[in-house]
C-alpha cells in the first residue's frame, strides 16, 4: 500500500512539474530554461539532498585547503611539448634520422601508423629563462617572464590517443560514459561562494589550425545532480542566452511571477515532498539574481585601459585574452571552477605557422593573467592550470619539409602548474632523449585530478558518488599521486 501511494505521489509530482514548466515556457519568464540547463536538476536524477549551490557537502573541505579555486586554461588539440617546454638536443643532432623502433614499436600512433617514422628537430630556439634557469621556446616569449612563476611538468601522460575520448578522460578521469566532470565534482563537493552566478564557468576562444569541436558534455555533470555542471557563457555577444526580460517584461513583474512559480513548488513540496523541488526554488532564484549579476559581470567600463593593454585584449572580440580577463572578473566574484577552451592546436602539419599563431594568441594572455591575479593577491588561493588533452609526437608528419607537422602523442608531454604555493621556477619530471616516454616521475592525469583535489581540500579517496552500486570517483579505482608536497 504504502508503495503504491508513494507512486501515486511521484506521478503527481511529475504531472505538476511538467505544468509549471510549461506555464514558465509559454509566460515569456526568460529565466534562461535552455541555456541554463546547468542550473536546473533533471527530473530522472532524484537528488537526495537539499543543498543549494553554494553549499559544501557534510564533511568538506577534508583538510585545510591551499585554494579557493581553479581556473583551467585548456590548449585544445594538443600542444607540442617539443617547441614549447621540453628541449630535446637529440632530436637536433639526428634531425630527419629513422625513429629508433625500439621506443616506437608496439606503441600507440593515430595518423602515422605504417608511415615511415622520422625524427624532427624543435622547430623552435629555447634558452634559460628567469633565475630559475627553466629552458622555454622563443615562441613563448611571455612564458619566459613567468618562468619563475610557474611550475613546469615535461612527464604527463594519459591514455586516450584521439582528442574526444582524450579530453573526456582529461575531464573526467574516464571514458565511460556519464560521468562528472572535474568542475562538476569540484562544485558538487565545494559549493560556491557567489549566490548570484554558476560555480562553474565555461568560456572558448579559436585559433590556429583546424579548431576541434569540443562537447558540452566535457563539462557536463554525469549522474550528478545537473546543477553542478559548468555553464558555457559566449565569448561575444549575448553571455547567456534568456538570461534577460523579453521585451515587456520588467523586473518586478519578473519577481513577482518567481515568486509566484515558487508558491507553486513550496505546494507540491508539501504535498510529494521530493527534495529536488527545493533545489529548483534557488535554480529560480539564482537564475533571477544573474538577470543583474551577468551584465554587471560583463561590463568591462571599469577595467582601466592598462589592464586591457596588457592581455592585449579587445572587449567582446571572443578571444582567448578577453576570456582570461573574464576569468579573473568570475574568480573575484566567487566562481569555484573556470575552465578557458583554446581551440587551434591540432597541429599535423604546417607546424611552423600554426605554432606561432597559438602561441601569440595565448601566450601573452596567460602571462598577463598570472600577473593580474598576483598583483591583486588571488594567486596564493588560485591553482592555475595550462594544458591540452595530450602533446605531439618526435617523428614528423608530411613530406613537405615547409609544411610539416606532428601527430597526436600520449606517452610523454608538458603542462604547467601556478599558483597556490605552487613553487616556480621548477620543472618537474622529464621526458626520454627523444620526448617520446615519460622515463622520471611520470604523472597520469589521475595524478594531477588527486593533486588538484587535494590542493581544495579534498582526499579523493573519501570522495566518491554512488551510482549503478559502484563509489564513482573522478581518480578512478587506481590509486594516484598526490604531488601537492613535491610541487609546493
Not at 593515430?110 to 622563443?138: M, N, T
Not at 507553486?264 to 543583474?292: C, H, N, S, W
Not at 551577468?294 to 585574452?321: C, I, N, R, W
Not at 591540452?388 to 600520449?410: A, L, V, Y
Request: with cysteine; net charge neutral; glycine share 10%.
Amino acid at each position: 500500500m504504502h508503495g503504491t501511494d508513494s507512486n501515486c505521489k511521484s506521478t503527481a509530482g511529475r504531472t505538476s512539474i511538467s505544468a509549471r514548466r510549461t506555464f514558465l515556457k509559454q509566460s515569456g519568464v526568460g529565466l534562461g530554461i535552455g541555456a541554463l540547463g546547468a542550473l536546473l536538476a533533471d527530473d530522472s536524477r532524484g537528488a537526495t539532498a537539499t543543498r543549494l549551490p553554494t553549499d559544501a557537502l557534510a564533511g568538506l573541505p577534508h583538510h585545510r585547503p591551499r585554494v579557493k579555486r581553479v581556473i583551467f586554461l585548456c590548449m585544445a588539440g594538443g600542444p607540442s611539448h617539443l617547441e614549447t617546454f621540453d628541449f630535446k638536443t637529440e632530436l637536433v643532432r639526428r634531425d630527419r634520422e629513422p625513429m629508433p623502433t625500439s621506443l616506437t614499436e608496439g606503441q600507440p600512433i593515430a595518423q602515422l601508423q605504417s608511415k615511415e617514422l622520422r625524427i624532427l628537430a624543435p622547430r623552435a630556439r629555447f634558452v634559460p629563462c628567469g633565475q630559475s634557469g627553466q629552458r622555454i621556446s622563443d615562441l613563448l616569449p611571455w612564458h619566459r617572464k613567468m618562468a619563475d612563476d610557474i611550475c613546469v611538468v615535461n612527464s604527463m601522460v594519459t591514455e586516450q590517443i584521439n582528442h574526444d575520448p582524450a579530453h573526456t578522460f582529461l575531464n573526467t578521469g574516464t571514458i565511460t560514459p556519464n560521468r562528472p566532470s572535474m568542475g562538476a565534482w569540484v562544485t558538487y563537493g565545494l559549493g560556491s561562494e557567489t549566490l548570484d552566478l554558476p560555480a562553474f564557468v565555461v568560456l572558448t576562444s579559436q585559433g590556429g589550425r583546424n579548431p576541434q569541436p569540443i562537447a558540452s558534455r566535457q563539462w557536463a555533470s554525469g549522474n550528478l545532480p545537473s546543477r553542478y555542471q559548468g555553464v558555457q557563457f559566449n565569448a561575444a555577444g549575448a553571455p547567456v542566452h534568456y538570461v534577460q526580460n523579453p521585451p515587456g517584461v520588467s523586473q518586478r513583474a519578473q519577481r513577482r511571477l518567481v515568486d509566484t512559480v515558487g508558491d507553486f513548488d513550496k505546494q507540491l513540496y508539501r504535498r510529494v515532498g521530493d527534495p529536488e523541488i527545493a533545489t529548483r526554488l534557488a535554480a529560480y532564484e539564482m537564475a533571477f539574481r544573474m538577470q543583474t549579476a551577468v551584465p554587471e559581470l560583463m561590463d568591462l567600463s571599469g577595467e582601466p585601459q592598462h589592464v586591457f593593454d596588457a592581455y592585449q585584449a579587445t572587449p567582446g572580440d571572443g578571444s582567448f585574452a578577453s576570456n582570461c580577463i573574464m576569468a579573473r572578473r568570475l574568480a573575484e566574484r566567487g566562481v569555484r571552477f573556470i575552465q578557458l577552451y583554446h581551440r587551434g592546436w591540432d597541429h599535423h602539419d604546417n607546424l611552423d605557422k600554426y605554432m606561432k599563431q597559438c602561441c601569440e594568441l595565448t601566450d601573452r594572455p596567460a602571462f598577463a593573467l598570472i600577473n593580474d591575479l598576483k598583483e591583486r593577491g588571488m594567486l596564493d588561493e588560485t591553482l592555475v592550470i595550462w594544458g591540452g588533452e595530450f602533446g605531439r609526437t618526435p617523428m614528423s608528419q608530411g613530406s613537405d619539409r615547409s609544411k610539416i607537422g606532428r601527430d597526436h602523442h600520449i606517452k610523454g608531454f608538458s603542462m604547467w602548474l601556478s599558483g597556490g604555493g605552487i613553487q616556480g621556477g621548477t620543472t618537474y619530471g622529464k621526458t626520454d632523449d627523444f620526448g617520446y616516454h615519460a622515463t622520471e616521475n611520470p604523472v597520469h592525469i589521475r595524478d594531477l585530478h588527486a593533486t588538484m583535489l587535494d590542493m581544495l581540500g579534498i582526499d579523493y579517496r573519501r570522495f566518491s558518488v554512488r551510482s549503478q552500486g559502484l563509489d564513482v570517483r573522478l581518480t578512478g579505482v587506481e590509486e594516484p599521486k598526490v604531488l601537492t608536497n613535491e610541487w609546493t
